[in-house]
């Protein structure tokens, strides 16, 4: 039974074919909820601060990107919750620690998110929360 489902979402492709996997996984199981997760990197808020302007402007970009998630979850009449947390030192070791702490049936994350680095660089952010995430988890290509 897959009733309470993390989603690890960034804005990218993989993320949106992730949020169609776990609406999927959602309807198996009556009464499920999806918890989208969203990681600020602390060098990518930086960099997005400067874009943008002012950190309210970033603030308000990841507050339409949640939404547009938030918007497709609840269409299918599915229970959705967003959480926001600070990564400082990457996205990767936040996802593996909320992803822990709680009782979660299965984290569903894109296999690629928006930072190409990091896939070259010491393997991506899903690689490592494949390997220390407790639950079940789906990489979605």
């Known amino acids: 039974m ?66 547009a998630f938030e918007e497709m979850i609840t269409a299918e009449n599915i229970s959705v919750t967003s959480t926001v947390l600070q990564g400082k030192n990457g996205v990767a070791e936040p996802i593996i620690s909320h992803a822990n702490d709680g009782a979660y049936d299965v984290l569903v994350i894109g296999s690629r998110g928006l930072n190409t680095m990091q896939t070259m660089v010491l393997g991506s952010v899903s690689h490592k929360v494949m390997k220390y995430v407790k639950a079940p988890v789906m990489m979605v290509k």
């Open 2 to 67: 897959m009733k309470r489902i993390l989603l690890a979402v960034d804005g990218s492709e993989h993320s949106n074919r992730a949020a169609e996997k776990a609406i999927g996984l959602a309807r198996i199981t009556e009464d499920s909820e999806i918890e989208l997760l969203y990681v600020v990197d602390g060098s990518r808020s930086k960099t997005d601060i400067l874009h943008y302007g002012d950190s309210d402007a970033a603030s308000a970009k990841r507050r339409r990107m949640l939404a």
